[in-house]
Each structure stands twice: as C-alpha cells, then as structure tokens.
C-alpha cells in the first residue's frame, strides 16, 4: 500500500495532514483566491501549478498563517489554523521563494534560532544540523555571516532549517530557485524521502517537470480558482487530450491556445 493511500483506523477515510476548505482571500475589490478546497494525505507529494498571479502564492501563505482567509478555514493535522495557530505552526515548515534570513547572524546561529521557535531537542539539532550542512556544502560556511551568502547558499540554509526539524507538513513555493543542479537533485530526493515516511509536501511550482516527476496529484489554479485537480491522468481526463505530458494539459486547461501561434510564428522567424 502506498502511503498516500493510508486511511484511519476504523474508517474509510484518508489520513489528512491538511485540509482547505472553501477559503478565499481578497484584497479590496479583487479576488486573489475564491472558494478552493484541497486537501493532501499523509505520505503525499501535492503540486500547486498554475499562471503567474494566479493565486498561488497568496494559497501559501493562507497555509503557512501570513495571511488570513477571508473565508473558509485550513486545517493541519485535524487542528484548525485560526483557532490553534501555534500548534499548527509547530507542525509545518515553511520554504518561500525569496527567503528573509537575518543577515547579521551566521548559518548555524540562524539554525539555533529556528530550533529554539519549535523546541527542537539539542540533541536531534545537533545531529540534523551536521548532516543538512554537509549535504548541501555549507560546512564551511556555517559560521560566516548569512550577509556573505550567495541566493542559492540561503535558499539551502532556510531548505536545511525545514527538514532538520523533520514537520509533518513541508510548504513549499519554488524550491529550486537559485539552487545549483546538484542541489536541486537532494532536494527532489528530500522530498520524496520525506512523503515515503509518512510526512506531506505541498509544492508550488513554476517547473511543470517537477510536478510531473515529484507529484502525486496536482491542483491547477487559474485567476484564483481550483481549475482542475488530480493525478496525471484525471487531468488528461479533465482536458480531454490524448496528450500524456503535463505542459500541454496545462496549456490546455489554462486555455493557453495562442501560445501554439507565438511558437509557429517564433519558429517561422
């Protein structure tokens, strides 16, 4: 049995690690997210794809508690986010695509300071620590300035302060950006060994080759509503085409057409 397909004991349904249910989220007149609903099991990798301003984004910060739904709610791991924020904090890590690192403290003493907002015991610290430094070749840099870091050395820095607190849920909005392709390939590799022990990634991505690679289902977002959502053949399905690669049902759900025109006339150019 897979590990997506785990249920409850005594019921027949899944084991969740978190539900949205109809949130949305304006600002003033405009709708950024209306009325979505989703939810991801244990053991599962769920991509969220979808255009530029779409919604995404403002979806992710919802589920990591920077903003608050206008309506709806989310809950993680049965606990839900507005009534019990902290705990539900404590069982998510948060990966944003421009990370905000505290540029007068070193690596390790950014580690520290992470560790000590979830409790983390010094001595799982201690060992995490050392292995996501090594992993990601920050060994040598852990006691320098987070100011002398290159974009990819903190996107590995806030990458390594997620897993080595080893959450129930990992969220994630363009974890890729700025990584080197030896660091992206751990980073797929973290993710999948994270859902195979039980625990739940939810990915935001630009890269519909990762999706396609790391996910178990996908949600496509579209001007701020829940276009489609399912595995790889429910949304071939869904954008009745026989094609079987994941850019052109997205092209074909997001109604993306005059790309096909753009290409020809580019290619005829």
């Keep these: 049995m897979n590990e997506m397909d785990k249920t409850l004991p005594g019921t027949n349904k899944p084991d969740q690690i978190l539900a949205i249910d109809h949130i949305t989220k304006k600002f003033g007149d405009f709708k950024a997210v209306d009325d979505i609903s989703i939810t991801v099991n244990r053991g599962e990798i769920f991509g969220f794809i979808g255009p530029n301003g779409a919604g995404k984004t403002t979806t992710i910060k919802m589920i990591a508690g920077l903003l608050k739904p206008d309506a709806g709610q989310i809950s993680i791991n049965k606990r839900n986010l507005a009534e019990e924020p902290g705990i539900c904090k404590q069982d998510t890590g948060y990966i944003p695509d421009r ?3 505290f540029e007068k403290l070193t690596g390790y003493e950014f580690l520290q300071f992470i560790a000590s907002l979830y409790n983390l015991d010094p001595e799982i610290f201690s060992k995490n620590t050392a292995h996501y430094l090594k992993l990601f070749d920050l060994l040598d840099w852990q006691h320098h ?4 870091y290159s974009h990819g050395m903190r996107q590995k820095l806030i990458i390594s302060s997620v897993f080595m607190l080893d959450p129930p849920l990992i969220v994630v909005d363009e974890p890729m950006v700025g990584l080197d392709p030896k660091s992206a390939r751990i980073v797929k590799e973290l993710f999948k060994n994270h ?7 939810f990915l935001s991505t630009h890269s519909l080759e990762i999706a396609q690679e790391l996910c178990d289902r ?13 595995n790889l053949d429910d949304l071939q399905l869904e954008a009745k085409t026989e094609h079987t690669d994941l850019e052109d049902i997205f092209l074909e759900l997001t109604g993306a057409y005059e790309l096909q025109e753009i290409i020809a006339a580019l290619r005829s150019g």
């Design 99 to 101: 990370p905000y690192l």
């Design 145 to 148: 300035l987070i100011e002398s």
């Design 195 to 201: 859902a195979a022990r039980g625990a739940s990634i």
């Design 218 to 230: 996908i949600g496509i977002i579209l001007n701020g509503s829940l276009r489609a959502i399912g």
